[in-house]
């Protein structure tokens, strides 16, 4: 099957020939014509498989289908809502990637950045918004923002949104919108509060699920490296130095490991740059930009990352320390062995990771390769001790948190959860207080 077959415009295949694709991936295939019925879609599939095109591509197709004339202010007639920053970011480059040939405008709303520019460019009027749920509140509470009019809402990474504390403000969002539109809701996992939010908002949807959930990408090669706590700096540099990678990205489960790992790394000679919520908007564009060209070898990253980083041909994910939730693992892994591309992905276990690495595999229902390293094997006499997950970390069943703050502290914006608190100025920075491993 091929794009044009597809029923997409002369404009939208031309732009996808651009990027360099030729055949639609299995997710591509089984939505677009879906959506562009103009149905309800609740699709489910791995990171890493096309599903940003997947929705882009028939929404704009759509949008130009049922193109409403307009006098003036040009109304929002799809909105985007995306868990964080960085997926927000990467969800409107690819609308303006594919959409650069059409007449239609967008625009992208986030926290962590000024407000005003923001507030300019949707007083003008955009036909697609994508947003992150908070900043798209500080908006609507400014009146810089109608959705009165939206046709399409896109819900992506929902389970991501869910797990971050989202759902308060998703229905308040839902209670701006108009009772007919047309509503894409995509997740990597069907939890019992996706399927529960699925109901209540989607209408007779169709279920595309390309994949099974929870497994990993076959083109990932996955190994286990034991080795002792004090020494997994010690090991990665080793690593890094002595397989030349020049391309590797490491999860940390806290803002402070990333920023202290970051630092050992420059020490031993290796370029590096941590991401994490705590870090402005303006430093961590310009830590994933330097780590893309190639300015800096190594981005250390909290689980902020695990979704929504798109690098193309990323080789080498290192898991520095195992995340606290087992399904973080398969999300990690997943920015290496995208669209087709093989990836390597490693993972530094001592001792006191033994339970997390079991319930990995459990997850994944598979075993991972435990390789030793010479001269890095572990003392057997270092018993394990209790993980610290990371000051303040609100920790519940399935790696969510239910707290919330005050309508007071609140103030109509986004938490900590969101990476988006709220300074002085309209700005955000973070709070501790919430989950720190974002």
Request: charged letters at 25%; a positive charge; proline letters at 5%.
């Amino acid at each position: 099957m091929s794009f044009e077959s597809l029923g997409l415009r002369a404009e939208l295949l031309r732009a996808v020939s651009e990027k360099g694709y030729s055949k639609p991936t299995p997710i591509q295939k089984q939505a677009i014509p879906i959506i562009l019925e103009g149905r309800d879609l609740m699709g489910g599939a791995q990171t890493g498989t096309g599903k940003t095109a997947g929705f882009t591509l028939p929404v704009l197709e759509r949008l130009m289908q049922t193109g409403k004339p307009s006098k003036g202010r040009r109304p929002i007639r799809a909105l985007v809502l995306t868990p964080t920053r960085e997926l927000a970011a990467q969800v409107h480059e690819s609308v303006q990637m594919y959409g650069r040939y059409l007449p239609l405008k967008s625009t992208v709303v986030f926290g962590g950045v000024s407000i005003n520019p923001q507030k300019m460019k949707l007083i003008k009027g955009v036909d697609i918004l994508v947003a992150t749920p908070g900043r798209l509140l500080d908006h609507v509470s400014q009146n810089s923002v109608n959705l009165s009019k939206i046709d399409i809402l896109v819900l992506d990474e929902a389970d991501r949104m869910l797990d971050m504390g989202f759902i308060r403000d998703i229905r308040k969002i839902l209670e701006l919108l108009p009772q007919q539109k047309q509503t894409l809701l995509f997740s990597a996992t069907f939890s019992t509060e996706i399927k529960k939010l699925a109901n209540n908002l989607l209408h007779s949807p169709a279920l595309v699920e390309v994949a099974q959930r929870n497994t990993t990408s076959e083109r990932v090669d996955q190994v286990v490296h034991p080795v002792d706590k004090k020494r997994k700096r010690e090991l990665l540099s080793y690593l890094i130095g002595s397989n030349n990678w020049k391309q590797v990205l490491v999860f940390t489960r806290t803002k402070h490991g990333a920023n202290r790992l970051a630092e050992q790394l420059i020490t031993d000679g290796i370029s590096a740059a941590a991401i994490h919520g705590n870090k402005s908007q303006g430093a961590r564009t310009r830590a994933l930009q330097e780590f893309k060209s190639g300015k800096v070898r190594v981005l250390v990253a909290t689980d902020i990352a695990a979704r929504g980083l798109d690098i193309n041909q990323l080789p080498h994910v290192v898991n520095f320390e195992l995340p606290n939730v087992a399904e973080d693992y398969v999300h990690r892994i997943g920015r290496t062995g995208r669209a087709g591309n093989e990836g390597e992905a490693m993972s530094l276990v001592c001792v006191d990771e033994l339970k997390l690495l079991r319930d990995i595999e459990k997850l994944i229902k598979r075993d991972i390769p435990k390789v030793t390293i010479e001269n890095f094997e572990v003392d057997p006499s270092i018993k394990a001790e209790p993980i610290n997950k990371g000051r303040g970390q609100q920790q519940k069943k399935g790696g969510r948190t239910n707290q919330r703050p005050t309508r007071k502290k609140r103030a109509g914006t986004q938490r900590a959860a969101s990476h988006e608190p709220r300074s002085s100025k309209g700005n955000r920075r973070s709070n501790n207080k919430k989950q720190t491993v974002k």
